[in-house]
């Protein structure tokens, strides 16, 4: 082997492994409210968080995960009621706002009011609206402008996120 051909292939396979080595970092998420960052009602330490929460809603709401999609069975969720945040239980989605969007998750054209906060997302080489839990913080999903009216919005939100509290349980 002659040391130019030594030369390249030591450069390529470094470039290589540079490149592998950021990807994992530059395809997570950015930290976010969800991750501890700001002032929300409630604040758990991270620990308090995990003993609260299903390590699947731990991964979405406070590490900005997103369930597969299809898999939640909110999105077959027809009865009248309120989406809590499953959190802190705040009240976030009526069933009134709900809809099919066919993208998997459970999608509605708009929030309660108060119930939601919104931030920019850069994550995944795009910018997105993400939406959080205005009292925990915890991530929800995203809205995005193509919606039913009167909003033009789709929340598309992560089912796991959420609890479905039915109207006739409400209304006591």
Not at 52 to 69: D, I, K, M, N
């Amino acid at each position: 082997m002659k040391r130019r051909e030594l030369l390249l292939g030591a450069a390529g396979l470094g470039v290589f492994a540079g490149v592998a080595g950021l990807a994992p970092r530059m395809l997570r998420p950015a930290r976010s409210a969800a991750a501890g960052e700001g002032d929300f009602e409630i604040t758990r330490t991270n620990e308090q968080w995990k003993a609260r929460l299903t390590p699947e809603q731990y991964a979405v709401l406070r590490e900005e995960a997103t369930e597969r999609a299809f898999t939640s069975p909110l999105n077959e969720e027809k009865r009248e009621g309120f989406f809590h945040c499953a959190g802190c239980d705040l009240p976030v989605y009526s069933s009134e706002h709900k809809y099919d969007s066919g993208t998997g998750w459970p999608s509605f054209w708009q929030s309660l009011p108060d119930a939601v906060g919104t931030k920019q997302d850069r994550s995944f080489f795009m910018t997105r609206t993400e939406c959080h839990c205005h009292r925990c913080g915890g991530h929800l999903g995203h809205i995005f402008d193509d919606g039913p009216p009167p909003t033009g919005k789709r929340h598309c939100i992560n089912g796991v996120a959420m609890v479905f509290r039915p109207a006739e349980a409400t209304s006591g």
